[in-house]
């Protein structure tokens, strides 16, 4: 089973839960989409295996309490997760976003590879804010406005940081290349 195909639960969780909304459904339900990742848990590395496991548990305890606040940890959790994961490659390089930058280009210079170190900072700072926003919503807002945000507003962000920095990129290399 490939990375992405073992990581589908975990994106679509949030979808589940605003389909529950729309349907008028309790959103504890919701808690089903989780728990695939207890049996996809082989598939993944060791982090990802853990918050698989724990995802499935907090999916497992909102079915159990009939209750939506255990799902509502699951993105703070998520944010957590990339954060340390990101945050540690920073510490013992090559950092997250070089490591993804290789698997196409091999043979990075120099320059690329500072390059890839302030992304890897910039998404740090992304996970920051994401999580500590994942975190209020499931605190204080209702199910809604919390499911709205981290269901759709949270990937929607991150699809503009991506497509933001591939655009920086592009100008990055252009400008590399014309000076190189």
Known sequence: MTRAAALLPGV?????????LAAGWPLWLAGLALLPLAWLRPALRSVARWLGLLAAGLGLLALAARSDWPLRAYPVLVN???????GYSLRHPPSAIERFARLTEPDLPAAAVAYT??????WCGFFTVNGALALATGLWADQTTWALYNGGVAYLLMGLLLGGEWLVRRRVRRRAEQHG
């Open 12 to 20: 679509l969780a949030p979808l589940a839960l605003l389909l529950c």
């Open 80 to 86: 957590a997760a990339l954060l340390a994961g990101f």
């Open 117 to 122: 170190r302030r992304v890897t900072w910039l």
